[in-house]
Structures are given as structure tokens and as C-alpha cells.
């Protein structure tokens, strides 16, 4: 019984997610980050924020393909506020447990994201928005 609940709650979420994620409608916000790749240096990135999502694309053309560089599951992540010597506000998104925080597929199926000129973490997201918003 509880492994049935369980696979129902599973196959619920996964819907949820799916809906949300193919949804244009359900944005909540949708601007430019710098997020900090694996080799401490910046990058400019177009960002989508929806309801327990966060869609990472190389260029705000989301719609074309070879954009999308990753999805950032934010129902499996903490956030911090990072203190910064430099205008806008810097934060840090990352999962308790050292997990990857990336869904293992894009909005349209994709298999992998986008190449980036550094990699990016897989545990954590550290990114810095021009102002608090």
C-alpha cells in the first residue's frame, strides 16, 4: 500500500512539474543572472523562474533549440543570501544533502543542456542578479 501511495504521489509531482514547466503562462519571473561556473568565473545567462523551477538558457531565444543549458529543481534546494563587495544582490542555491540540484531533462525533452565556456556545479548554483527584485 504505502509503495503504491508513493508511486502515485511520484507520477502526481511529475505531472505537476511537467505542467508547470510546459505552461508559458506560469512565470514567475524572467531576467538575466551571472551565475558563477565551476572555475569561479562569471557568466551572463538568461534565467526563467517558475514555481519550484529555475530554467538556465544561454540567450533569452528560449524558444530555439540549443539554448536551454540546464533546469535547477528548487523544491530539492536551500538558498542563502552570499554577502558581496559588488552592486546586486548574490545568493547561493544548493542541496542540503552534496546532491545534484539539475532535472535530467530540458523543457523540450533534451537530454543535455547547452555547452557553456565553463561547467557549471552540479550541487550548488551560486548567481548574482543586478538588483534585489
Request: glycine share 6%; proline share 5%.
Amino acid at each position: 500500500k504505502q509503495k503504491r501511495e508513493y508511486r502515485d504521489e511520484k507520477k502526481r509531482v511529475t505531472r505537476e512539474l511537467l505542467t508547470a514547466l510546459h505552461d508559458p503562462t506560469i512565470v514567475v519571473m524572467a531576467d538575466w543572472l551571472k551565475v558563477r561556473g565551476t572555475l569561479r568565473k562569471w557568466n551572463r545567462y538568461f534565467c526563467i523562474l517558475k514555481p519550484g523551477l529555475l530554467l538556465v538558457y544561454k540567450s533569452s531565444k528560449v524558444d530555439k533549440s540549443g539554448q536551454w543549458i540546464g533546469t535547477v529543481l528548487l523544491n530539492n534546494c536551500e538558498l542563502i543570501e552570499r554577502p558581496s563587495k559588488k552592486d546586486g544582490f548574490c545568493f547561493k542555491l544548493f542541496h542540503p544533502m552534496d546532491q545534484s540540484i539539475w532535472a535530467t531533462r530540458g523543457p523540450l525533452g533534451e537530454s543535455h543542456g547547452a555547452v557553456t565556456i565553463q561547467p557549471l556545479p552540479t550541487t550548488y548554483l551560486i548567481c548574482r542578479a543586478s538588483s534585489e527584485q
